[in-house]
């Protein structure tokens, strides 16, 4: 069955970076059209939907809140995500949860589809 664990969060400075990995296991990224993405969830507020990447041909989707901080990539020899977040802030503070979906999927950020697994989630918490 599909498996996904998070980790790589933790407690930084404003200004800072961090790199979150989901590594996967069920499903083979070179082999498969898996839609993965990259959620988060702040206290007291909604899921936001942040970055989401199709594993068959890496094609990327952002949300406007963290396009150009945020980077989401591929490791097909680990079956491995990567969420790079660069520059930080206080408004990062959240948990990042990673998600996969089996075709058809929609690996566009905003699409309605929920995606079918989900990771444990690890947090990330940053200070001014």
């Known amino acids: 069955q599909v498996q996904l664990v998070e980790s790589g969060g933790g407690s930084v400075q404003a200004g800072g970076s961090l790199r979150l990995s989901c590594a996967a296991s069920g499903f083979e990224f070179t082999v498969s059209r898996y839609c993965m993405g990259w959620f988060r969830q702040a206290p007291g507020k909604e899921r936001e939907d942040v970055a989401r990447?199709?594993?068959?041909?890496?094609?990327?989707s952002y949300s406007d809140s963290v396009k150009g901080r945020f980077t989401v990539s591929l490791d097909n020899a680990k079956n491995t995500m990567y969420l790079q977040i660069n520059d930080l802030n206080p408004e990062d503070t959240a948990i990042y949860y990673c998600?996969?979906?089996?075709?058809?999927?929609?690996?566009?950020?905003?699409?309605?589809?929920?995606?079918?697994?989900w990771g444990q989630g690890t947090q990330v918490t940053v200070s001014s």
């Open positions: 990447i199709l594993t068959s041909n890496e094609f990327t």
């Open positions: 998600a996969a979906d089996s075709p058809p999927c929609v690996a566009v950020v905003g699409a309605r589809r929920e995606y079918k697994y």
